[in-house]
């Protein structure tokens, strides 16, 4: 189980207890906890897509190497990016 799906599932339990505080009638409560587990579910979804995973090789020829290079804090590899000139598109690549 990876953290994510934990995330979404707290999510999920925060959309169940708004529904259940809901139908007690303490609106209050609902808005509050469906506002909260909606951002959450949101916020981790938005991740996933927003960070892009780390290229093992140069993405192509229409991609040029830019100077920029870190060090991958969860692999703890350099990373090189690259940049389409087109499009400014991004690529990360493991080094």
């Known amino acids: 189980m990876t953290l994510r799906l934990a995330v979404l599932g707290l999510a999920a339990l925060g959309m169940v207890a708004s529904l259940v505080f809901w139908l007690a009638g303490l609106c209050s409560g609902a808005l509050m906890f469906a506002i909260w587990a909606a951002l959450i579910g949101i916020g981790t979804l938005y991740e996933k897509v927003r960070y892009k995973p780390l290229l093992a090789g140069a993405p192509g020829p229409e991609w040029r190497r830019t ?19 087109a499009s400014g598109e991004r690529q990360y690549v493991r080094e």
């Open 67 to 85: 100077s920029e290079r870190f060090i991958d804090p969860s692999s703890g590899q350099p990373v090189t990016v690259y940049v389409r000139d």
